[in-house]
């Protein structure tokens, strides 16, 4: 896989003042990367390097955590010698990562026991209906405010230590289990030889074990899924001024402290500076992800949405959010590319959506795993509806961009009832928010304002900011907020006689994707 190694501004004669930078280490579902930023929020450098999606059958995703590392120092290393950094220089490291993917190490030797089973893999549908059978999703989905799916880890983590049995009883005593943050963290700070094994609140809270009230791993949710707590990592903060450990295994961070863990889509809230409740940022990548802050209250979803934890900063309160996560929104787009040759690249389907004013009737509901987020319909597949031979191909590009737009309007619907609060602008990410197109149909399903920051790396800049935080290289979220300037804001053209007719066109398209699959086969 390739990695490339980019820098962005040179930093000050004589590798900059001591301590006046910051590294964010962003290890994500196809991709690692580490960037660094100064005092101003301006990044310096970053390096990037993807690793292997590992596929064994249809609908196991599967990740290998050796390679995961590997890539990890190896980007730390190109991103410091591209900014002419050392370590001294970095007044503290922040780490973010993709959030439910699981695995389980041996602590003697570092070994992992398998890959890591991804957030995507959806092996445990038996498991998660088996929880339904047996009444317990009532307690799972009021105690860890996440309803039973596969897309979380605590069924993850149960099928490997079923599939690992042998290998666990052969490291009794040594095994530990956790999301990719905990691995990181661990490997950063030792491994083997003293590594630190915890996880921060946000991640814990995509787990199905953690109790979202006491922010504790839950006894009972621990007996559901039959699951031994010596395995699991110490829940801590999302921030610490001390550190949550201190990087020993890399040469160019050694001494540097990790300041900051946070799941990625929390630290894309951070990055957009959603830090007051009612603020809201959607994240498009491979899918979607919409985080509303709901400050210090735990709202409990009626509306088919996760109840999370947003941050903690070290002696604060904790805040939390609402999500709703969305399966297929930007992969759609591959698919057209990739399956359906609609498309040589990727951004030719804004140019290919913009030759028609709309899709003239037709829907595409692209549920190719089922839906999430509000639906959580494992039986839906993948619809279009409403062609007629008038159709061509740039209608059906058309289509997959609205597709992209109306999926996010479900979720902030879902937001508004939950909450209570109307949303007043949509704080957008990702890389599919620079096709403008796509940008202006959602302004224009939403009825809001749509407005995206100069940095697209939100993630990792929202990692840094908290990392900064915690040591005082920025005082506040204040003096954070008045970094981030230079917005390009998308403005509602529709009335609301042309949304209210496309959104019921939308409904009626998601209704004949429901009920395709029987549950016998709602993993394939």
Known sequence: MGTQAIPA???????????????????????????????AGREVARAQAEHAQVLPRPGWVEHRPEEIWERTREVIARAMAAAGLRAGDLAAVGLTNQRETTLLWDRRTGRPLGNALVWQDTRTQPLIDDIGRRGLADLVRRRSGLPPATYFSAGKLRWLLDAHADEVRAAAGNVLA?????????????????????????????????????????????????IDRALLPRIVDSTDPAGHGTVRTVPELAGVPVTAVLGDQQAAMVGQTCFAPGEAKNTYGTGNFLLLNTGKEAVRSGAGLLTTVCYRFAGEDPVYALEGSIAVTGSAVQWLRDRMRLIDEAAQIEELAAAVEDSAGAYFVPAFSGLFAPYWRPDARGTIVGLAHFHGREHLA???????????????????????VRLEVLRVDGGVTANELCMQIQADVLGVPVQRPPVAET??????????????????????????????????????????????????????????????????
Do not use: K
């Not at 004589?14 to 580490?34: C, K, M, W």
């Not at 946000?202 to 109790?211: E, G, K, V």
């Open 9 to 39: 501004a040179a930093p000050s004669p004589g590798g900059g003042r001591p301590g006046r930078y910051v590294g964010a280490l962003d290890q994500g579902t196809t991709s690692t990367r580490f960037m660094v930023f100064d005092s």
């Open 178 to 226: 956790g999301t990719v943050d905990s691995w990181l963290l661990w490997q950063l700070t030792g491994g083997p030889d003293g590594g630190v094994h915890v996880t921060d609140v946000t991640n814990a809270s995509r787990t199905m074990l953690m109790d979202i009230d006491t922010l504790e791993w839950d006894p009972q949710l621990l007996d559901v899924f039959a």
């Open 398 to 420: 058309r289509a997959t961009l609205d597709s992209i737009c109306h999926q996010s309007a479900d979720v902030a619907a879902a937001m508004e009832a939950d909450s209570g």
């Open 459 to 524: 993630t990792a800049l929202g990692a840094a900011y908290a990392a900064g935080l915690a040591v005082g290289l920025w005082p506040d979220t204040d003096a954070v907020r008045a970094l981030a300037d230079g917005h390009r804001t998308w403005h509602p053209g529709w009335d609301s006689g042309t949304r209210a007719r496309a959104r019921e066109g939308w409904r009626r398209a998601v209704s004949r994707s429901l009920g395709w699959i029987g549950e016998e086969t709602a993993t394939a």
